[in-house]
């Protein structure tokens, strides 16, 4: 079985401050991990993914997310909030093999203040 | 290249009428999945077809169903709607679709948002 956790429904920040929104999977094989943003009406697009290359992964828009599998974490940072930021972000594991489905966090909506 | 077209985007039925969403998926791409994203429930997985064949399918009753054409195109139907079935349907199309050990992305498209009253 596999799980997301996000911790944090809702965070907010000031423009230029780090971001910092937190994921925790749950999974009984080595995961394949991914960030999605999803803007108002619009639907989902991929930030970045892990597949096991490298513990550190690099995204789109600045952002990047750090695989831990000691603390079974995928947390995404970006360095400095930008206004143009602000939107749902959400944390997603496929474990492979057959299970042809990725499972969702509840999603943590992004703030960003003036 | 287009991206992953749904239609309709916006919808509103009545309690017991039935829906078809369509999905054409980006081409080349062959898998084709759709999840319901609810406030409550968030994001969750209602089925993927590749090849015109349900591969995989989540936890939903009977009156959701779906189906791939041959030319990849995707349709999901629900039949008796239900009030809580309100909710944005998003279809997402994959190059291989997940088997290969889960790596492939999927593109989504922009959903179709059902209302039912």
């Known amino acids: 079985a596999q799980s997301v956790t996000q911790l944090g429904s809702h965070v907010s920040v000031s423009e230029g401050a780090l971001v910092l929104l937190r994921c925790n999977y749950s999974?009984?094989?080595?995961?394949?991990l991914f960030w999605y943003v999803q803007y108002p009406n619009q639907g989902l697009q991929l930030l970045l993914k892990y597949t096991s290359a490298a513990t550190l992964v690099k995204g789109i828009n600045g952002f990047e997310a750090e695989f831990k599998k000691s603390e079974t974490s995928f947390h995404l940072t970006k360095p400095s909030a930008h206004m143009s930021d602000a939107a749902e972000y959400f944390c997603a594991v496929n474990s492979g093999g057959s299970n042809y489905k990725l499972t969702f966090g509840k999603g943590t909506l992004l703030t960003v203040n003036p | 290249k287009a991206g992953v077209t749904q239609t309709p985007r916006y919808l509103i039925k009545t309690r017991g009428q039935q829906v078809t969403l369509s999905c054409s998926p980006i081409?080349?791409?062959?898998?084709v999945s759709w999840y319901q994203q609810t406030p409550g429930q968030g994001l969750q997985f209602l089925f993927e077809?590749?090849?015109?064949?349900?591969?995989n399918k989540g936890n939903f009753p009977g009156r959701f169903s779906g189906r791939q054409f041959s030319n990849s195109r995707s349709e999901m139907n629900v039949s008796t709607l239900e009030l809580g079935d309100s909710a944005l349907y998003l279809c997402?199309?994959?190059?291989?679709?997940?088997?290969?050990?889960?790596?492939?992305?999927?593109?989504f498209g922009a959903g179709t948002r059902l209302s039912v009253l």
């Open positions: 997402a199309s994959s190059l291989e679709g997940l088997m290969t050990g889960g790596q492939n992305i999927q593109y």
């Open positions: 077809y590749f090849s015109e064949t349900q591969r």
């Open positions: 081409s080349g791409h062959r898998s």
């Open positions: 999974s009984s094989v080595p995961p394949y």
